[in-house]
């Protein structure tokens, strides 16, 4: 049997375990992913462990995204973000090897999109937020081609992040801007992407972007998945834009570490319906 896992505390509602199976199940493997919730001193120890067991390939969420880097070989996107979600531990000739890190929450906004046949290259994009979702959506936006404009709360936050997408990248660096968000709406209202990527719309009905700056011609993607469907969601709707929903970026990071592990397409259907049947 194959165990797959998830580091990260707490890991308990963690959506990941039913997800994974299901793939399983659709493909008839004979595998299981469980969490698990080691002391933040104990990251490296798990790992080893994890390695030592036979463990086929782990996730890691908060609050160890950042904090795994040192104890993996970081791929140049994850190592670029500064987090990785996903661990692959070498078999075969290569079981000596270091660990590999990752980063599939870009390649969830990347794939999202796609799913909506919605092009990033040369478009207009937007993102709210400036910690980790952000981090990864302006990672994806930059790399497929977009010009990105990173607005967040704390103004200093999203300069750090649009110095850190366009370094060693003068190319990009000319199309990655930062501010506040005083100019949310000036700026939405010429996007043609916009990421809320805050956690604005959790715990209240509240959406981070001004209604009246959304239209027709946007996408819309909200990372926020608990509730699904967003104030911004419904006020992006309501003007005509296409709107995408947080399980989606939930999903494809799944699909891609899921792929990344076995070498297998994922069962994308029986995956999103098994994530969407627990939101
Ligand atoms: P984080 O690192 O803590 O960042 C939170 C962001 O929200 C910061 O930019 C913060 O601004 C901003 N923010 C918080 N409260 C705000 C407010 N009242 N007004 C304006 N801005 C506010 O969190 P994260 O891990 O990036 O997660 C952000 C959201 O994305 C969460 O809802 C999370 O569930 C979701 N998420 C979804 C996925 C997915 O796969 N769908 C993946 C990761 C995260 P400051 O910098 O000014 O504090």
Known sequence: ???????????????????????????????????????????????????????????????????????????????????????????????????????????GVRRSFAHHDVTLAERDAVVVGAGGAARAAAFALADAGAAVHVANRTVERAERLVADVGRETPDVSERVTSGGLDSLGTRVSDADVVINATSVGMEEDRSPVPSDALHADLAV???????????????ARERGATTIDGAWMLLYQGVEAFERWTGRDAPVDAMNEALRARL
Request: hydrophobic content about 45%; glycine content about 10%.
């Open 221 to 235: 993607l909200d990372a926020v998945y608990r509730p699904l469907d967003t104030r911004l969601l419904r006020d």
């Open 1 to 107: 049997m194959d165990v797959f896992g998830l580091l990260g505390n707490p890991v308990g509602h963690s959506l990941s375990p039913p997800m994974h199976e299901a793939a399983y199940d659709e493909l008839g493997m004979d595998a299981r992913y469980v969490t698990f919730e080691p002391a933040p001193d104990d990251l490296g120890a798990a790992i080893d462990g994890a390695r030592a067991l036979g463990v086929a390939g782990l996730n890691v969420t908060i609050p160890f995204k950042e904090a795994a880097l040192p104890h993996v070989e970081a791929d140049d996107l994850a190592a670029r973000i500064g987090a990785v979600n996903t661990i692959d531990f070498p078999d075969g000739d290569a079981a000596d090897d270091a660990p590999t890190g990752h980063n599939t929450d870009a390649a």
